[in-house]
């Protein structure tokens, strides 16, 4: 015997557990906002899902979790056509993922489809029974090792959740855009990737719905930090006025990364003539080569690190184009490459010298260098906090390995 009802009367979870505690067998329907959704079952098992949506299916759902690339999963499915099994069995035998990865998937992409459902806020669902004779007994369960009523549970909490911090953004389709520029992002926002990834999806052009769905991670997180940015006033929806345009979020970047290189540039070409100047009639003709050319190895790192740093076409620019083409910001620790740049160098030349000045000569050399540091990580609190870059100093310092 077949029913049917309003998913906004009664929530998905709930019609799901009606389903699982009555032991039926056969295909509920759900349909809203153009899409449509299909739950097989055999008595009480849930066997299958069929959605209209590709980035729903299991092996999209895979790629997004960075399981597979998109060449395995060609690979995957031209196989599976011979061997007849499930997709997560043919990535086991492949050798490619473990049991583990397949249920985590399973959870994740069964999760994603029901919060799809709660995304359309209503909806009509209808259950088609059939008997358990009529209906021919499945080769594969998938979904038995979840636990189903644990998990439904679990997730009409979520969805709870979901629905209290719906009721307290824009509408799903409002379309949001980052409303700061880069200097004024926390270092905690810069460094967390998840949180980076939604803004450069707000880039004016997708709205709230489209950049949670677009995100690498679950809904219910992308919910979250969209509510945070927007309660911040980091993104905004985009008819509210002041939205931070591509070139103005790149030129704040630009700026930036110039404060920095200028910074360094104040520390380190006049530490070198300062160490020039104290140990010239020690050093002989082999350390004193070795400090010009560190110091023309340092201007060209710099050159080479922040020559990239031009875009003429800016009313072509979209704001992911921001990101890929400053290099230099590719994971928003760029200053990391520098101070790695330095170590080697720094290293090579101290040792070089080692052996003309000795090792207490090295050691006030370094002294020398720490000053200049010190002096204008004070001079530049601003940068030098925002990056913590006193510890990135210290920690470099802490690096070298003077020989004896």
Not at 329 to 353: E, G, P, R
């Given at each position: 015997m077949g029913f049917t009802g309003n998913l906004q009367?009664?929530?998905?979870?709930?019609?799901?557990?009606?389903?699982?505690?009555?032991?039926k067998t056969g295909v509920l329907n759900c349909s809203g906002e153009d899409d449509f959704i299909q739950f097989f079952f055999y008595n009480s098992k849930l066997i299958k899902l069929v959605t209209l949506d590709e980035r729903l299916l299991f092996g999209e759902i895979m790629i997004k979790r960075g399981l597979i690339n998109r060449q395995d999963l060609s690979y995957a499915l031209k196989l599976q056509k011979d061997v007849g099994k499930l997709l997560g069995e043919v990535f086991i035998d492949l050798n490619m993922l473990n049991a583990q990865h397949i249920l985590d998937s399973l959870k994740y992409q069964l999760e994603e489809v029901l919060f799809r459902i709660v995304e359309w806020g209503g909806g009509r669902f209808s259950f088609e029974e059939q008997s358990v004779r009529e209906a021919s007994r499945p080769m594969y369960f998938p979904f038995n090792e979840i636990n189903l009523p644990t998990f439904l549970k679990q997730f009409n909490d979520k969805a709870i959740e979901f629905k209290k911090l719906a009721e307290q953004l824009p509408s799903d389709n409002s379309k949001l855009s980052l409303f700061v520029t880069m200097d004024q992002l926390d270092t905690d926002i810069i460094e967390n990737r998840e949180i980076m990834e939604i803004i450069q999806l707000s880039d004016g052009t997708r709205t709230l719905q489209e950049i949670r769905r677009a995100c690498s991670f679950g809904v219910l997180k992308a919910q979250r930090l969209i509510f945070s940015l927007y309660l911040k006033d980091i993104i905004k929806v985009v008819s509210s006025g002041g939205m931070i345009k591509p070139k103005k979020i790149y030129e704040s970047l630009q700026q930036e990364v110039e404060?920095?290189?200028?910074?360094?540039?104040?520390?380190?070409?006049?530490?070198?003539?300062?160490?020039?100047?104290?140990?010239?009639?020690?050093?002989?003709?082999?350390?004193?080569?070795?400090?010009?050319?560190?110091?023309?190895?340092?201007?060209?790192?710099?050159?080479?690190?922040?020559?990239?740093?031009?875009?003429?076409?800016?009313?072509?620019?979209k704001l992911d184009d921001v990101f890929k083409n400053i290099?230099?910001?590719?994971?928003?620790?760029?200053?990391?490459?520098?101070?790695?740049?330095?170590?080697?160098?720094?290293?090579?030349?101290?040792?070089?010298?080692?052996?003309?000045?000795?090792?207490?000569?090295?050691?006030?050399?370094?002294?020398?260098?720490?000053?200049?540091?010190?002096?204008?990580?004070?001079?530049?609190?601003?940068?030098?906090n925002k990056y913590n870059l006193k510890q990135e100093f210290e920690r470099l310092f802490a690096s070298f390995k003077i020989k004896k």
């Open positions: 009367t009664l929530p998905i979870s709930e019609v799901l557990s009606l389903l699982i505690s009555s032991a404060g920095v290189k200028e910074l360094f540039q104040k520390i380190f070409p006049p530490a070198f003539d300062d160490i020039h100047k104290a140990f010239a009639d020690k050093m002989g003709p082999k350390s004193e080569k070795i400090l010009s050319e560190v110091t023309l190895s340092i201007s060209d790192k710099f050159s080479e690190l922040f020559k990239n740093i031009e875009i003429e076409r800016w009313q072509d620019l290099n230099v910001h590719q994971d928003m620790f760029w200053y990391h490459t520098i101070l790695s740049m330095l170590n080697d160098v720094l290293n090579k030349m101290l040792n070089a010298m080692s052996g003309t000045l000795g090792k207490t000569q090295v050691e006030k050399v370094v002294d020398t260098i720490r000053q200049r540091v010190d002096l204008h990580l004070e001079e530049n609190k601003v940068l030098s």
